[in-house]
């Protein structure tokens, strides 16, 4: 079973650039999978962020896109997700996910909380 | 973008009894719709994909029906460990969107 488990810093300042990893368990990284990245505002609904697929598109959402690299590094076996020059409503949880052949999601990681404070 | 809109926003059921949490989008879907639930502290788990398919490990008392524009996720037989929010995705166009969840309660 494919384990996803994200990382990164728990606190980011105002306009900058929060980065984040996904380490992948039980799969590699290169076999065929595509990667997605979703994001839960505190007691908030789930927000789609963007999906790198396997053939190398990547999709992001549009009211985020001008911020967002979502990318692989297949040397580390893992994913990463950048958002530039955050603000406090970029607070919240943010998943890392497997992205389904017709762009459902499974698995899903535990989740890092990120929060943005000066 | 289409809007996936969620009711009702809270449902208290008695354990064993059937549970039915709708789903509705502004443009048909065909039967492109996901279901997942979440629980505190967790990540979502993927419940049903493409309208009505079980994902896999997913209990045969939770099922998925619908297509168009209107979608259903029935838990047959409540049980208490299905207490959690539940989310339906639209899995037709990008960007891919949520509903605002149903949260299930145990009575």
Avoid: M
């Avoid at chain 1, 017709?102 to 890092?112: L, S």
């Avoid at chain 2, 789903?23 to 039967?31: D, F, I, K």
């Amino acid at each position: 079973q494919v384990l996803l488990q994200e990382s990164g810093p728990g606190l980011a300042k105002p306009s900058e650039t929060l980065s984040l990893t996904c380490a992948v368990s039980a799969a590699s990284i290169g076999s065929g999978y595509s990667w997605g990245w979703i994001r839960q505002p505190p007691g908030n609904g789930l927000e789609w962020i963007g999906s790198l697929y396997h053939d190398g598109r990547a999709f992001y959402n549009p009211s985020l896109k001008s911020r967002v690299t979502i990318s692989v590094d297949a040397s580390k076996n893992q994913c990463s997700l950048r958002l530039s020059s955050v603000t406090a409503a970029d607070t919240g949880v943010y998943y890392c996910v497997i992205t389904g052949p017709h762009n459902w999601f499974d698995p899903w990681g535990q989740g890092a909380l990120v929060t943005v404070s000066s | 973008e289409i809007v996936v809109t969620q009711s009702p926003a809270t449902l208290s059921v008695s354990p064993g009894e059937r549970a039915t949490l709708s789903c509705r989008a502004s443009q048909s879907l065909g039967s492109y719709l996901a279901w997942y639930q979440q629980k505190p502290g967790q990540g979502p788990r993927l419940l049903i994909y493409a309208a009505t398919t079980r994902a896999t490990g997913i209990p045969a008392r939770f099922s998925g029906s619908g297509s168009g524009t209107e979608f259903t996720l029935t838990i047959s037989s409540l049980q208490s460990e299905d207490s959690a929010v539940y989310y339906c995705q639209q899995h037709n166009g990008w960007p891919l969107t949520f509903g605002g969840g149903t949260k299930v309660e145990i009575k």
